[in-house]
């Protein structure tokens, strides 16, 4: 197909290449310019220096940014957002994590151009963005998702139609807010042990092989151990997913306590300046509360 993919940051610039080397033809923007020309240089393709003119040859326009005030610029600012390149019976797929009510307004405003539209937000953070092994849930009209299905299998593992337009993210944001409890768990049992002077190995080993094993255990025990934060997935980027989620808990107006506790404990790392480490750096607010040191800077 012909793509035109816009955002190029820690996950979109491995979604893209996975595409490029699946075989389709893509146009990429980046609001750094100078990304999109590095890409391109690795990769091929094209460079558009705008979302409309990035949009003008392409069957399928993809977006992943970072949340609904940006997806909303790159497809529809005034002049030169990607709706006003728009061929003819294309179709639009937002890959971003934001809010299912911002999901809704964007296609209602697309669906008016006779534009159609999937969301498709995807978990996995950059390493399985790298090899292709994404998990993707895709919201839409099952003839919208289906027309994406093949470049959601050139970036993902496991592919699931969540429902209609906006189910995708809300399935999202309740996942990432179950990996956020997870993680800060994880966070401050480590502490816990690391107080008592247990072998952390053994721990580890113990957690993994029983009922305390879980993906962040594998993914984030040994990050957190190490007090290695180099970012896979921003913390600040999982504090606003949990925010999401609470809102949507919110509005269905069912509490979700243990992911607003949650919050708080990734709210109090982004105000200590943690917000562009990986999010196992909630480790570090787990530490301080187990010093009696102050978490805000």
Known sequence: MQVAFLGLGIMGSRQAANLARAGHELTVFNRTAETADAWVAEHGGAVARTPADAARAADVVISMVVDGAQVEDILLRDGDGAVHGARDGALFVDMSTIAPADTRRIGAVLDERGIAFVDAPVTGSAPKAQDGTLTIMAGGHPDHVGRAWPLFEAMGQTVVHAGPLGHGEAIKLINNAVAAVNAATLAQAL???????????RLVEVMGAGSGNSTMLALKAAPMRERDYAPLFK?????????????QADAADTPFQLAALTEALYSAGAAAGLGEQDFAAVMEVAVRLASGTPVRT
């Open 191 to 201: 502490v816990v042990a690391e107080r008592l002077e247990l072998d952390l190995d």
């Open 235 to 247: 913390l600040e980027h999982m504090l606003k997913d949990i925010r999401l989620c609470l809102e």
